[in-house]
């Protein structure tokens, strides 16, 4: 289930301080609520997905949850190009 707005207000702030501790190079934001609550956003994940974003100075890529591609397994490919997004931006060999 999605979390409720409240839930969302009580944990973001955890999120945040562990980010800002961990510092880390780059964030997956796997499904939508993931991106949106973190992001702070109402865009669809359709429309932003395939690109880096950017949190405090660290770059966040989005794409989707494994839930929607069993229920949407044509979205596989569009994951694989997040991911092959995601491994560029770390430095690490693409096919």
Same mark, same amino acid.
């Given at each position: ?10 944990? %973001? ?5 562990? =980010?800002? /501790?961990? !510092? ?6 796997? #499904? ?5 609550? %973190? ?5 669809? =994940?359709? /429309?932003? !997905? ?6 405090? #100075? ?38």
């Amino acid at each position: 289930r999605d979390p409720e707005p409240g839930e969302v207000r009580e944990c %973001l702030p955890f999120l945040r301080r562990q =980010i800002e /501790l961990l !510092r880390p190079e780059l964030i997956l934001c796997v #499904g939508r609520i993931a991106a949106q609550n %973190l992001l702070e956003t109402t865009e669809a =994940i359709g /429309l932003v !997905r395939g690109s880096v974003h950017q949190f405090h #100075g660290v770059k966040v890529v989005w794409t989707y949850h494994p839930a929607y591609l069993l229920r949407n397994p044509s979205a596989k490919k569009q994951t694989w190009e997040d991911m092959k997004l995601l491994m560029r931006e770390l430095g690490t060999p693409v096919d």
